[in-house]
């Protein structure tokens, strides 16, 4: 069945980097888009980044704009996100999720903490 | 930006209840309309997607309907698992924007 499996969280200072990682598996990764979403503590979801299946088309939501960069590798079924000069506001649980033909969104991570403080 | 607005941000039934939530857009989204639901701890479920149609293996209890701006969701008869935060979401353009949440709690 499918599976996203997120990685890569921790508690990191302002200002600092942070890579996180998604393994897909039991399905095709290379025919899906794939997002990700955030959660801050006790707040509502908020959409974070996509990138199309052949990584011709990316977009990010404006919070993250110019810091976030998002990746995927199909040989490796594999999809990242690198989140540089963190703020804060950035602490949150970081969800990836997948575009299944027509439908958004079908499937989810179990979700990887993020904690900017110092 | 699209904005999505729900309503209520909460409310309280009991078992047995029919309850509804709206979803509201701030331009026409066409039929680009999901909805999820999120118990505590839990990442989110697809529940519905183009606003009507029933994501696999969802029960029927559940349904979605509207197009263009306007869109509900009907829970027909609340059950204990049911009860949870749900989330709209348009799909019509980026950035994918969530509706603020509709927690419902136990009366």
């Known amino acids: 069945q499918v599976q996203l499996v997120e990685s890569g969280g921790g508690v990191v200072q302002p200002g600092r980097s942070l890579r996180l990682s998604c393994a897909a598996s039991?399905?095709?990764?290379?025919?899906?888009?794939m997002h990700w979403v955030r959660q801050a503590p006790g707040k509502g979801l908020e959409w974070v980044a996509v990138?199309?299946?052949?990584?011709?088309?990316?977009h990010y939501a404006d919070s993250v704009k110019g810091r976030f960069i998002i990746s995927r590798d199909n040989s490796k079924n594999t999809l990242n996100l690198q989140m540089n000069s963190l703020r804060t506001e950035d602490t949150a649980i970081y969800y990836c999720?997948?575009?299944?033909?027509?439908?958004?969104?079908?499937?989810w991570g179990q979700g990887t903490l993020v904690t900017v403080s110092s | 930006d699209i904005q999505m607005t729900q309503s209520p941000s909460s409310l309280s039934a009991s078992v047995g209840d029919r309850i509804t939530i709206t979803c509201r857009a701030s331009q026409d989204i066409s039929h680009y309309l999901a909805w999820f639901q999120q118990k505590p701890g839990k990442a989110p479920k697809s529940l519905i997607y183009a606003a009507s149609n029933l994501q696999s293996g969802v029960p029927s209890k559940f349904s979605g309907s509207g197009s263009g701006t306007d869109f509900t969701l009907t829970i027909s008869s609340l059950q204990p698992e049911d009860f949870a935060t749900y989330y709209c979401?348009?799909?019509?353009?980026?950035?994918?924007?969530f509706g603020q949440g509709t927690k419902v709690e136990i009366k």
């Open positions: 039991g399905f095709t990764f290379s025919s899906h888009a």
């Open positions: 999720t997948r575009d299944f033909t027509i439908i958004p969104f079908d499937s």
């Open positions: 979401q348009q799909y019509k353009s980026h950035p994918r924007t």
């Open positions: 990138i199309s299946y052949d990584v011709t088309d990316i």
